[in-house]
Antibody, heavy 122, light 106 residues
Framework: EVQLVESGGGLVKPGGSLRLSCAASGFTFSNAWMSWVRQAPGKGLEWVGRIKSKTDGGTTDYAAPVKGRFTISRDDSKNTLYLQMNSLKTEDTAVYYC?????????????WGQGTMVTVSS | DIQMTQSPSSVSASVGDRVTITCRASQGISSWLAWYQQKPGKAPKLLIYAASSLQSGVPSRFSGSGSGTDFTLTISSLQPEDFATYYCQQANSFPFFGGGTKVEIK
């Protein structure tokens, strides 16, 4: 079964750090471009950033609100995606989803994790 | 960056109604457009990709159209399980989402 499972969410103080993980199974993780998408309480979906497969350069792209504070990485030997979040702000409070394209869906995200909640509060 | 604008932000409809949601890109994206459905507390679910291709397992009452900058998601006959929030997303360069359209019970 194709699956993504996030973990690592929790409560953190403003200015703090947190690392999220996303464990993948059921598909060739090393070939996949992986993204993080977040959703603040009562708000819409916001793309956070992505990491390309190593064969496509392994480079990362980030949305403006998180650039310079968040870092996406991957460990293909463990089929795991990471999101290192530093200098956290209250506006980073959200459910964080990892997502990817597995089928022939023209870059549309067909596989999503269940999400992990991050709360930034003093 | 390409901005995605959805309208309306919410719509009230009854079971059996035809519902249309529009999405406009700030610049042309050809057919690189996806639609998602999200229910409270759940992850988004892909409905339509490449502007008009129905994802496997999605009921045929859902359809998508458009290209360039203007796109439409249509639900031909609204069912009880369709009350949810719908998002468009450009699937070309950076995968930015529209603001969402909440379909509510009238």
């Amino acid at each position: 079964e194709v699956q993504l499972v996030e973990s690592g969410g929790g409560l953190v103080k403003p200015g703090g750090s947190l690392r999220l993980s996303c464990a993948a199974s059921g598909f060739t993780f090393s070939n996949a471009w992986m993204s993080w998408v977040r959703q603040a309480p009562g708000k819409g979906l916001e793309w956070v950033g992505r990491i390309k497969s190593k064969t496509d350069g392994g480079t990362t792209d980030y949305a403006a609100p998180v650039k310079g504070r968040f870092t996406i990485s991957r460990d293909d030997s463990k089929n795991t995606l990471y999101l290192q979040m530093n200098s956290l702000k209250t506006e980073d409070t959200a459910v964080y989803y990892c997502t990817t394209v597995v089928g022939a869906t023209e870059n549309a995200f067909d596989i999503w994790g269940q999400g992990t909640m991050v709360t930034v509060s003093s | 960056d390409i901005q995605m604008t959805q309208s309306p932000s919410s719509v009230s409809a009854s079971v059996g109604d035809r519902v249309t949601i529009t999405c406009r890109a700030s610049q042309g994206i050809s057919s690189w457009l996806a639609w998602y459905q999200q229910k409270p507390g759940k992850a988004p679910k892909l409905l339509i990709y490449a502007a008009s291709s129905l994802q496997s397992g999605v009921p045929s009452r859902f359809s998508g159209s458009g290209s360039g900058t203007d796109f439409t998601l249509t639900i031909s006959s609204l069912q009880p399980e369709d009350f949810a929030t719908y998002y468009c997303q450009q699937a070309n360069s950076f995968p930015f989402f529209g603001g969402g359209t909440k379909v509510e019970i009238k």
